[in-house]
């Protein structure tokens, strides 16, 4: 079976004063990078259209989340 490999890069980004996200990364299955999604609110999706629990959806763990959701 050839699937794509998702994994996140779970870095903390600040495009500004009020926007910060953190990517999303698909590598296909020979490990070649395919492409990346910014992600700006972890509760939802990729295409942002679903809520999703980020600790489940995204593997972010508490302390990440506790960082992404301070002010600076």
Do not use: A, C, Q
């Not at 009020?18 to 990078?33: A, I, L, P, V, W």
């Amino acid at each position: 079976m050839n699937k794509e490999k998702i994994t996140w890069e779970t870095m903390i980004f600040h495009l500004d004063k009020d926007t910060k996200g953190f990517y999303h990364n698909y590598f296909k299955s020979n490990g070649e990078h395919s492409h990346n999604v910014f992600i700006t609110d972890p509760y939802h999706n990729e295409t942002n259209s679903l809520k999703v629990d980020p600790k489940e959806y995204y593997g972010l763990t508490d302390n990440f989340l506790k960082r992404f959701n301070k002010d600076n």
